[in-house]
């Protein structure tokens, strides 16, 4: 899918750009309303990112242009964030606004979600099919974005308590492995997993529990080719228990290990759209984990990845 972006600051229409081509679509740059207009009427375009204060034309008046020809949905990227601001770009016609400075997570949701109702006025039946996988693909990672991010913002929130309960952490984690065996063996990942049959009593959130294990080992299938082995200890030492959860894979750059728990950072900077997400996963995990008042760490490594999780009895 073609997507138009008519903005003439260099530096944000780069930005756009490069977004965009990271999920997948194909992009028209132009710098101004006159090479907008001139793209549109010459090439395939199937939404169009338009600045509202452009020289020579502005983004309104290509809207204008556009329109008299195309429902293709518009998203104008305007300086203005009052609200009656948004509510006139609105009525002039756009079927979506984005603010600068750009959220680049807030683009790609809203840029998913206009581009969900683009098939219904495509007549081919193997072109309308491309573009349902390719809006499916990119609903699919926006809607997980917006999950992920509701979430980490109740996590860091200090107010958020966790629903705890004592259980044995070990049934908790052979529950976790198990459900991942039939994946591992489908993907030709070998396992080990030396999870003490020794009851473990820990107070914890299972299911915030759960969803920072199943990060860690999300990440070891994603990354990794086949004939990668992953591991699961746990062991108890005094009044603390040790989780390591570890692979024999590619590991992971070394420009970025000192912030791989952080916020929007990526194990893999050239995934594409068939990768969902926006760098939470390892946050996430962080944090619940420190919620749980425990820590992780990333182990140095020669060969793989190492996490090392430490619990208190």
Do not use: W
């Not at 529950?175 to 070998?190: G, H, Q, S, T």
Request: glycine share 4%; with cysteine; proline share 1%.
């Amino acid at each position: 899918m073609k997507i138009l972006i008519a903005e003439d600051e260099d530096d944000i229409r780069r930005l756009l750009a490069l977004n965009m081509k990271k999920e997948g679509y194909e992009v028209i740059e132009c710098k101004d309303g006159i090479e907008a207009l001139e793209a549109f009427k010459n090439q395939e375009v199937h939404l169009a990112l338009l600045d509202i204060m452009m020289p020579n034309i502005d983004g309104i008046t290509v809207m204008e242009e556009i329109r008299k020809t195309s429902v293709i949905p518009i998203i104008f990227i305007t300086a203005m964030s009052t609200d009656s601001d948004k509510v006139l770009a609105l009525e002039l016609g756009a079927d979506d606004y984005i603010v600068k400075p750009i959220n680049t997570i807030e683009l790609t949701a809203r840029v998913a979600s206009q581009l969900s109702r683009c098939y219904q006025y495509v007549n081919n039946k193997e072109e309308k099919q491309e573009y349902l996988t390719i809006i499916n693909i990119n609903s699919r990672r926006a809607t997980k974005i917006i999950t992920d991010l509701f979430e980490f913002s109740l996590l860091d929130s200090m107010d958020y308590k966790l629903n705890m309960k004592n259980v044995d952490v070990n049934e908790v984690l052979r529950e976790i492995v198990a459900y991942y065996i039939p994946e591992l063996e489908a993907k030709d990942f070998n396992y080990d997993f030396n999870i003490s049959e020794e009851e473990y009593l820990v107070n914890i959130d299972e299911v915030k529990f759960t969803r920072a294990i199943s990060n860690l080992i999300d990440n070891a299938i994603k990354y990794n080719e086949k004939n990668t082995t992953l591991s699961v200890i746990s062991r108890k030492f005094n009044d603390r228990i040790e989780i390591r959860i570890f692979d024999d894979g590619r590991g992971i750059n070394e420009e970025i290990r000192d912030k791989i728990f952080e916020a929007f950072v990526r194990e893999d900077k050239a995934r594409s759209s068939s990768t969902e997400g926006a760098g939470l996963g390892l946050a996430i995990t962080k944090a619940i984990i420190e919620k749980h008042s425990g820590s992780i760490k990333l182990l140095d490594n020669t060969k793989g990845t190492e996490y090392k999780i430490i619990l208190n009895i």
